[in-house]
């Protein structure tokens, strides 16, 4: 579960990922880029992390479509898509 995405026009993109499930996700992306969360290197079941992804081209105040690929240690995938407003 991806929610509290906060997108701003420096190029920085906040968001929060919750693991609903047991298997632990290893590796989260936004747009292709490859996102951090501090202190993280797989979100184990029932956890939440606040991840970072930089480098994205945000304009403010459009709207921007984010996919967000969650990797687990398994192989699976899971992709969503969230919609926001860039910020300044």
């Known amino acids: 579960m991806v ?4 997108a701003y026009s420096d190029v920085t993109v906040y968001f929060t990922v919750k693991n609903m ?3 632990p996700i290893t590796q989260v992306t936004m747009d292709g880029t ?3 969360a501090t ?3 797989a979100l184990e ?3 939440e992390a606040q ?3 930089s480098g ?3 304009t403010t105040g459009e709207y921007h479509e984010f996919t967000i690929v969650a990797t687990f240690s398994n192989g699976q995938e899971k992709i969503l898509r ?7």
């Open 3 to 6: 929610y509290d995405v906060q």
């Open 21 to 23: 499930g047991t298997v």
């Open 34 to 36: 490859v996102a951090s």
């Open 39 to 41: 202190g993280i290197t």
């Open 45 to 47: 079941g029932d956890q």
């Open 51 to 53: 991840y970072v992804a």
């Open 56 to 58: 994205l081209t945000l």
């Open 82 to 88: 969230q919609r926001v407003i860039v910020k300044s």
